[in-house]
């Protein structure tokens, strides 16, 4: 069989019933902010629907299908489903989905379906209809009611359209009649890939990680550049970040990571500029190297992980002198974000016990004791005026190393 993992849930979820031949099996994917996009409507749903096969790579499914408000997993094998949900959970975009059998478009055809479905029928349950498709003969209402009645026939329950224990859905669609009870969230968003890209700072710390999946979930795909004060500190924010982009590529399947070797650049700059304005003139040096990167990749923005006071560079003075380091758009995505919903959301993603793993970022004699926080863009640029700032850049960029990341087989290579 398939080489998917088939978790024991699968059995205590679903009636034996449902291992039994002939069944065919669908995941109902629906999404809600694609709808809104006029003419772009159809790219959108063919980038999702690329995104969710890639996501569903060496499980067993046949093909996903569009249809004008859905998409359709054709699942070849009902023993997967535990790891094709775990999986549709990464796949921005989708607003929620479905496991649905797909059953002749009659009354008592929903209405066997309900054994394959249901393991242990509850107490109360209520029947909920869509119908897509106009020309079957009985109206929303009447499909709810009749479909209600037949499965009463089957098992003796109460009907509750107010709190049900458990909610049977049926969809009337050109492509045949749908029947589930599953109503699993998906991560929301856009599609990844059809917003344009952004080359993100990531430092290994636990904002950015967190900076670039929202940016992937607003349709972003990511480029990942970190900076390693190496040679006067180990690689261990390096490996950290290898860690991060491995787990964050399994929501866009190809990453970059571009590891810049940086501590000749803040030697140079702890030479010439005054201790409180260093981490500044850092800031502004990575941005200028991170912006090289992204013309090279054809990003249109760099991405960080700042938010508003949290330390004393991100002041917006602080903020707005950084950004006049480069012509590209700067996203922050947390710029608004407390320290504590950013760790939640850390927790949430899996990127916090990356993050919270010892390293070295920066080498002591590189961190000054304060933080100017007012540093002014006039005032930076009179203390820059000592260095040879393209010369730096291309010193960073010419020790700088590109990974490639892939998933599932998430293993990098260098070049
Ligand atoms: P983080 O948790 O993301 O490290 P932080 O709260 O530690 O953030 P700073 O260290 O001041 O904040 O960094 C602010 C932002 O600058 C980071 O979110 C990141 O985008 C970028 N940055 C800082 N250090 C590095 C680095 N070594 N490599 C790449 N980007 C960095
Ligand atoms: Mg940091």
Same mark, same amino acid.
């Given at each position: ?8 849930q699968?059995?205590?979820?679903l ?8 069944l065919e099996?669908r995941? %109902?994917?629906?999404?809600?902010e %694609?709808?809104?996009k006029g003419r772009?409507?159809e790219?959108?749903?063919r980038?999702l629907r690329? +995104?969710?096969?890639?996501?569903l790579?060496?499980?067993?499914v046949?093909k996903?299908?569009?249809r004008? +408000?859905? !998409? $359709?997993v054709?699942l ?5 489903w /535990? ?5 549709l ?9 479905? &496991?649905?059998?797909r059953?002749?478009?009659? %009354?008592d055809?929903?209405a066997?379906?309900?054994d394959?479905l249901? *393991?242990e029928? /509850?107490?109360?349950?209520c029947v909920?209809a869509?119908?897509?498709e106009?020309s ?5 209402p009447e499909?709810? #009611?009749?479909?209600g009645?037949a ?9 509750d359209?107010r709190?049900?224990e ?5 969809e009337?669609?050109?492509e045949g009649a749908?029947a =589930? ?6 991560p ?11 080359a ?14 929202r940016l992937?979930q ?5 480029? $990942?550049v970190? =900076?390693t004060?190496f /040679?006067?500190?180990?690689p261990s ?10 787990l ?6 190809e990453?970059?990571?571009?590891? !810049? ?12 500029v005054?201790a409180e ?6 800031? *502004?040096?990575m941005? *200028?190297?991170?912006e090289?990167v ?7 923005a ?5 938010s ?10 602080n ?6 380091a480069?012509e590209?758009?700067? &996203? ?7 320290k ?7 927790? #949430? ?6 993050? %919270?793993?010892?390293?070295?970022? !920066?080498?002591?004699?590189l961190?000054?004791? #304060?933080v100017a926080?007012?540093?002014?863009a ?8 000592e260095?040879?700032?393209?010369g ?10 590109v990974?490639?990341?892939?998933? /599932?087989e998430?293993?990098p290579s260098?070049?």
């Amino acid at each position: 069989m398939a080489d998917f993992a088939v978790e024991a849930q699968t059995s205590d979820e679903l009636p034996a019933r449902a291992l039994e031949p002939g069944l065919e099996w669908r995941v %109902i994917v629906r999404f809600s902010e %694609i709808a809104l996009k006029g003419r772009n409507k159809e790219w959108f749903m063919r980038v999702l629907r690329d +995104n969710t096969e890639r996501a569903l790579t060496g499980l067993p499914v046949s093909k996903v299908t569009i249809r004008p +408000n859905r !998409c $359709f997993v054709h699942l070849e094998d009902v023993r997967a489903w /535990p790891e094709v949900r775990k999986r549709l959970r990464w796949v921005f975009g989708i607003s929620n989905f479905s &496991l649905a059998v797909r059953t002749k478009p009659d %009354i008592d055809a929903l209405a066997e379906a309900f054994d394959v479905l249901v *393991r242990e029928p /509850p107490t109360s349950f209520c029947v909920r209809a869509q119908r897509g498709e106009k020309s079957f003969p009985l109206t929303t209402p009447e499909i709810e #009611r009749a479909v209600g009645a037949a499965i009463l026939r089957r098992h003796p329950m109460t009907v509750d359209l107010r709190h049900p224990e458990l909610t049977f859905g049926v969809e009337i669609q050109r492509e045949g009649a749908f029947a =589930f009870v599953t109503h699993e969230e998906g991560p929301g968003g856009l599609p990844v890939g059809t917003s344009g890209r952004v080359a993100v700072l990531l430092s290994g710390g636990i904002d950015s990680p967190v900076a670039a999946y929202r940016l992937m979930q607003r349709g972003c795909r990511i480029v $990942f550049v970190h =900076f390693t004060s190496f /040679p006067f500190t180990d690689p261990s924010s390096w490996e950290k970040c290898r860690e991060l982009v491995k787990l964050l590529t399994r929501h866009q399947f190809e990453s970059r990571l571009y590891a !810049c070797q940086f501590g000749y650049v803040q030697q140079r700059i702890v030479v010439s500029v005054p201790a409180e304005l260093r981490i500044i003139a850092y800031r *502004r040096m990575m941005l *200028r190297i991170a912006e090289a990167v992204a013309h090279r990749e054809r990003c249109e923005a760099l991405g960080t992980g700042e938010s508003l006071g949290q330390v004393g560079s991100q002041t917006l003075t602080n903020m707005a002198t950084i950004d006049r380091a480069t012509e590209l758009l700067v &996203l922050r995505p947390l710029v608004a974000w407390g320290k504590s919903e950013i760790t939640a959301e850390a927790q #949430r993603i899996g990127t916090y016990e990356i993050s %919270i793993e010892p390293d070295m970022d !920066c080498c002591q004699f590189l961190v000054p004791p #304060r933080v100017a926080t007012h540093a002014t863009a006039e005032e930076m640029e009179a203390v820059e005026r000592e260095l040879d700032i393209q010369g730096l850049v291309d010193l960073a960029l010419s020790h700088t190393e590109v990974e490639e990341f892939r998933w /599932p087989e998430s293993t990098p290579s260098r070049s």
